[in-house]
């Protein structure tokens, strides 16, 4: 049996009388690539962030590696890694110096900061550019450097907020084979969200499409597909379980925030 690294209970958040997160219960197996699917205002982010400790559940629980996301915050965040979907480094610091104060964050023995580091900047790719100011990144640079700074503590979980967001296919491409890479070398679990039905009919083992908070379908995508009959598509499964097709009802806010990372990442 598959040790179980995220189990999620009843987890609900509410902003005044709205609940953005209704009783959310799923578990997550160790090692497992999982992808949070629903349309804009679904409540993706939200889980991501109290998942993360960055916001406190109304009710409900998870348990991260073992640790109460409501009681031992602490060992939560030390177990996970997280890269949001707004950009998390540093412009106007070289690769190695943003991986460097990362190294210095997560309290990684002084003995061991330098290995850790070249070992991320190598199974990243950026050795090359390691000593170039981020700021001359190309934007799949940038993502892969938030992957290395995010995992230099080798997290059980890496949480990913629309990781390839505002990416050109190619580097696009390039992002997925490093996260994959990185859970076939060290076991780490990846929990995603993103709007791209590719990259979950590509890379998941199981997804979860969320609508208006609540849970709505979880499986691998096989079997949603089938379950809704023969010749259907993900495409198909989305908007049955989601309410909507993937790219209609944006809000303002999100689409403008989408922009904002694009433009930062392009």
């Known amino acids: 049996m598959s040790e179980i690294v995220l189990e999620i209970k009843a987890l609900t958040r509410r902003f005044g009388s709205f609940t ?5 219960s ?9 992808g949070l699917l629903g349309s804009n205002g679904a409540g993706k982010t939200t889980t991501i962030k109290m998942l993360t400790t960055l916001l406190p559940p109304s009710s409900g629980d998870a348990l991260v590696a073992g640790c109460s996301i409501t009681t031992q915050s602490l060992g939560v965040r030390r177990a996970i890694g997280y890269v949001p979907q707004a950009v998390s480094v540093d412009g106007s610091l070289t ?17 061991e900061q330098q290995t850790r580091i070249r070992e991320a900047l190598d199974f990243m ?3 090359a550019d390691r000593d170039r100011l981020v700021g001359q990144y190309s934007g799949g640079m940038i993502r892969r450097l938030e992957i290395a700074q995010a995992t230099l503590h080798r997290p059980r979980v890496l949480f990913l907020d629309e990781p390839t967001v505002g990416l050109d296919p190619i580097a696009r491409d390039a992002v997925w084979k490093r996260l994959i890479d990185l859970r076939s070398h060290y076991g780490t679990t990846l929990f995603f969200t993103t709007h791209y039905l590719e990259e979950a ?5 199981r997804i979860a499409i969320m609508n208006r908070g609540k ?7 096989k079997e949603l597909e089938t379950a809704l009959g023969e010749g259907h598509t993900l495409g198909d499964v989305f908007v049955h379980y989601a309410g909507r097709s993937l790219h209609s009802g944006d809000t303002f ?5 989408e922009r904002a990372t694009a433009q930062r990442l392009g």
Not at 20 to 24: E, G, R
Not at 26 to 33: C, D, I, T
């Open 20 to 24: 953005a997160v209704d009783a959310l």
């Open 26 to 34: 799923l578990s997550v197996n160790s090692g497992e690539v999982f």
């Open 95 to 111: 690769g190695y110096e943003n991986l460097l104060i990362f190294s210095k964050l997560y309290e990684i023995p002084h003995r």
């Open 125 to 127: 790719g950026l050795t």
């Open 201 to 205: 009919e590509s890379h998941c083992d």
């Open 215 to 221: 849970m709505a379908a979880l499986g691998t995508c």
């Open 253 to 257: 806010r999100s689409v403008a925030s």
